[in-house]
């Protein structure tokens, strides 16, 4: 017999812009908004952020000799530490640095059985 099952997963990360100035004009107002898509708060901001990171693989930087992950829109994310990722140089520039602190890596949260009729 067949069985299948919901999990629910999550993962804790902050997004960290650390000049909330130049980061509400390169991402609401600017360069962001006009080329990628259009947000009215960091709080959008931060949550595309974090999914668009999960989303992406670890690749090795040569440039930098570690990990990262290129974000559309936002760009390199190098890794400086175990679950810390802040922007490559070249990208702070516009919005300012931003810095990706994973606090919890992705875990089930539960899981349940779903009950009736698989489909084949």
């Known amino acids: ?31 962001f908004a006009k080329l990628i898509t259009q947000y009215s708060t960091l709080d959008e901001v931060a949550e595309h952020c974090a999914i668009v990171f999960h989303r992406t693989p670890n690749h090795w930087q040569e440039k930098y000799n570690a990990w990262g992950r290129f974000v559309e829109g936002f ?22 640095q931003v810095t990706i ?10 899981s349940e059985e779903i009950k009736g009729k698989i489909a084949s």
Not at 22 to 31: P, V
Not at 75 to 96: A, S
């Open 1 to 31: 017999m067949k069985r299948r099952y919901s999990v629910k997963l999550y993962t804790v990360t902050n997004v960290f812009f650390n000049d909330q100035e130049k980061a509400k004009k390169y991402f609401l107002e600017d360069g």
């Open 75 to 96: 760009g390199c994310f190098i890794q400086r530490d175990l679950g810390k990722y802040t922007l490559d140089d070249e990208f702070i520039d516009d919005g300012g």
């Open 101 to 110: 602190v994973i606090e919890e890596e992705l875990q089930a949260d539960y």
